[in-house]
């Protein structure tokens, strides 16, 4: 055997009995997102059994590297191991824990062999094992005492089917529920810090999304759409392949500047921006939208003004950020690696006509009575007419 094929990756599934949810399409889901994900990594075999996700090369160019790194952003999975595969046999076991686990067992002091055995018919019960290499390795590495307790190393032996294999502690997954078994939302997606951190937090919790970006050509240019689309891009480990709905807002943001208070400019924009998502929610069968937004952080950000903005649809809103401070939202972004792309220096849409005194407390009537100078109808229409539809 050569050494990719030697080596498979163990996922332990997530909290999916707990919730009721069905076991069966819990599994049927991760393991068709995990084979999504590994793809572009080579021919993988992959199949769960008894909690565990099995992640195994074909193939000696199988990128194995780029597989671990794929499997640790998929939503579903608590913890994760690299294995080596080896004979099944006791000093197969002991020799590969010794050649695989070295530079872990040199550096550790405590440590303990836990061992399973799916395949029944091995010669020694798992205990019998466990104190075998166990014992072995206490000798081999002078550092190391046994603790069954709190070890600060777990060499962990199983012996299965058609392998024997021998792992480590398990890593954290990202935890999660697989994405798609929620069902599935639109996420609003500017170029900030905020919304592309909602979108994970959603995506984790097992909701497939599709992303719309309000886009208001020429007051923002194209490389503030290319920075949504990238940050789109970034979000795909996690989510998977993304659609990004493109809205031309320019003619809506015009109109409302031309025939409305200024002071109520952001929020009638909001509704807008509700009121399209909809009508794509509709399209695709998504049934609910997700923000960015955070109570405070600006004018259009409080309760009364999010009260405005929900009345225009009866999808639910979700705001995960809503109550995080914005260094608990950089952490996210810094973590899913999209705050770098979100500092970038682009204008976005709702910068452009920033009114100078918006209201912090708008009244539902007060709104209405300004957008009936406007044909609304007519203008999400044509808005929705021109969505360019993006696959990244
Ligand atoms: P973010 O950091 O996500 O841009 P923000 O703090 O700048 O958020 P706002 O600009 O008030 O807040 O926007 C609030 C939310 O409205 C955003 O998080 C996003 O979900 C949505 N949104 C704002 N602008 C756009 C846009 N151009 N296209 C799509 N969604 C948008
Ligand atoms: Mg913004």
Redesign the pocket.
């Known amino acids: 055997m050569s050494l990719t094929m030697n080596e498979i990756i163990l996922l332990k599934l997530g909290e999916l009995v707990l919730k009721g949810l069905n076991r069966r399409s819990f599994e049927d889901k991760l393991i068709g997102n995990a084979r999504r994900r590994l793809k572009p990594f080579g021919a993988f075999r992959v199949y769960t059994k008894q909690s565990t996700l099995y992640v195994e090369p074909k193939e000696d160019s199988c990128d194995m590297d780029g597989a671990w790194e794929a499997m640790k952003r998929l939503f579903g999975v608590v913890g994760l191991s690299r294995a080596r595969a080896c004979e099944k046999d006791k000093d197969a076991l002991l020799e590969t824990a010794r050649i695989y686990l070295d530079d872990r067992l040199r550096t550790a002091k405590t440590f303990k062999v836990e061992s399973k055995r799916a395949d029944k018919s091995f010669p020694m019960t798992s205990i019998q094992l466990s104190q075998y290499v166990g014992g072995e390795l206490h000798e081999a590495y002078p550092n190391l005492t046994v603790d069954v307790h709190h070890p600060e190393l777990t060499v962990y032996l199983e012996v299965r089917d058609y392998a024997a294999y021998v792992h480590a502690d398990p890593e954290p997954g990202a935890g999660g529920l697989p994405v798609g078994i929620g069902g599935r939302a639109v ?12 979108s994970w937090m959603i995506a984790k919790r097992g909701i497939a999304l599709e ?6 050509y020429p007051y ?1 240019s194209e490389e503030a759409k290319h920075k ?1 689309l990238d940050l789109a891009r970034l979000l795909t480990p996690w989510c998977g392949n993304l659609i990004v709905h493109v ?1 031309p ?1 320019t003619a809506i943001q015009e109109e409302l500047r031309r025939k409305c208070p200024e002071e109520l400019f ?1 929020v009638l924009m ?1 509704r807008f ?1 509700m009121r399209i998502a909809e009508k794509v929610a509709q399209r695709i069968g998504a049934g609910a939208i ?5 109570l405070g ?2 004018a ?2 409080t309760m009364e003004a999010m009260r405005a903005t929900s009345a225009v649809t009866t999808l639910p809103i979700l705001r995960p ?1 809503v109550g995080m401070d914005k260094e608990e ?1 950089v952490r996210i972004a810094r973590k899913i690696n999209t705050f770098e792309t ?1 500092i970038l220096p682009y204008e ?4 452009v006509f920033t009114p100078r005194h918006p209201r912090l407390r708008p009244v539902l009537g007060e709104l209405e009575a300004a957008e009936a100078a406007l044909d609304v109808e007519g203008l999400v229409q044509a808005a929705v007419e021109g969505i360019e539809r993006i696959r990244v």
Request: charged share 10%; net charge negative.
């Open positions: 996420s609003l997606l500017s170029g900030g810090i905020d919304s592309p951190v909602a992303m719309v970006h309000f886009f208001s923002t949504v809205v807002f952001t909001r921006m997700v923000t960015g937004e955070c952080q600006v259009s950000q950020v939202i979100s976005d849409c709702c910068t």
